[in-house]
């Protein structure tokens, strides 16, 4: 594989979601061989203190490799953690044989740059189930379980875990000033949340059972939500995500980078077939919300993802930078 190659391979495999966009990555190619490397500057001590969270976002970006090198025409091989002695060393993606590049491979590849984080409201139409099996089959063959949380104890359960995750992390003096340092004004930034893919409405004043992460909690004036318009008017239509959970069986390294697998492939097939999502992981971040899912739930495993997913109500969205090839990517020569 020619630098070249790598570059186009490295260039899709960043277009991945991280969480708060930190892009904790690194990559080195050399001859066939790519690796991922957790890279560690990049870190977020606060919310993600084990480094679960950017390692699910490597665990994509190793995924969306695959995906790259198989439209490139080249079968790709994956070996997780394979170095005992750095277990920052996330993974080695190997170019094999050549191969034919299918329909379904090209379209993933075409989707990996429509793909997006959409937090807006979606359109009051569901997804149908069978578009959820296809996914809960991908999620399995990838050694992950999908959940979709449709009982309405289940909904509510998680819904409240959510609201008092986030109500804990709006009190966080910490959580807040980590959150703020990630969030971007400037449209040009190559990494963070840009403001302009936040919902501008507070959270919490949306009629909508699901919170989503209030990206400016910490800049918001203590009286800003109080919702506003005319009293008299009919209460707006309650939003009606799908709502989604992955979870594995264990959980260390590999199993994350297994959930980020899975998420990275379950993204793209369900931008194929015209659907748009957004993660809903405050309650993960703590680990008392979190275990609380797990028993409210009966989870056999753990909960590593939840994500909403819909049709757009506005096409096109927002899409967040992300920092050049060039800084991310370096070439090492060919062992032997
Ligand atoms: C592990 C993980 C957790 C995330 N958690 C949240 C979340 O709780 N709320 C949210 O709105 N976005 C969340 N995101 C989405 C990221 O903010 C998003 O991927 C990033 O800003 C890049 O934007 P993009 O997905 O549009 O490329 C998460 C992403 C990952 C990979």
Known sequence: MD???????????????????TQPWRFTASGDRLEVHYDRGRALPVLDRTGRQQVISCGVAVEFAVVALCAAGFEAEVELLPSPADADHLATVRAGAAREVSA????????????????????????????????????????????????????????????????????????????QSWLRTDPA???GVPVVAVPDEDPATRPSNWLIRDFVAGSREPHAFLPAGDPDAPPP?????????????????????????????????ATIEGLVASPLTQ?????????????????????????????????GGSHSGRRPVSDVLHFEPAAG
């Open 189 to 191: 930034a190559v990494d």
């Open 3 to 21: 630098e070249q190659r790598w570059t186009e391979v490295v260039a899709a495999a960043i277009r991945a979601p991280s969480i708060h966009n």
């Open 283 to 315: 309650a993960l971040d703590w680990p008392a919300t979190r275990t609380r899912m797990r028993t409210r739930l009966s989870l056999v495993g753990y909960p590593q993802m939840l994500l909403r997913m819909g049709y757009p109500s506005t096409q």
């Open 237 to 269: 239509a309650v939003e009606r995500p799908t709502v989604v959970m992955l979870g594995t069986e264990s959980d260390d390294r590999t199993a994350w980078l297994l959930g980020g697998r899975a998420l990275g492939r379950l993204l793209l097939e």
């Open 104 to 179: 379904e491979d090209a379209a993933s590849a075409e989707a990996i740059g429509r793909r997006h984080t959409d937090r807006a409201p979606f359109l009051p139409r569901a997804v149908p189930d069978e578009v959820v099996d296809r996914l809960q089959t991908t999620a399995d063959r990838l050694g992950v379980w999908l959940k979709p949380i449709t009982e309405s104890e289940e909904q509510v359960a998680t819904a409240f875990l959510i609201s008092r995750a986030e109500e804990m992390e709006r009190s966080d003096p910490e959580y807040l000033a980590e959150l």
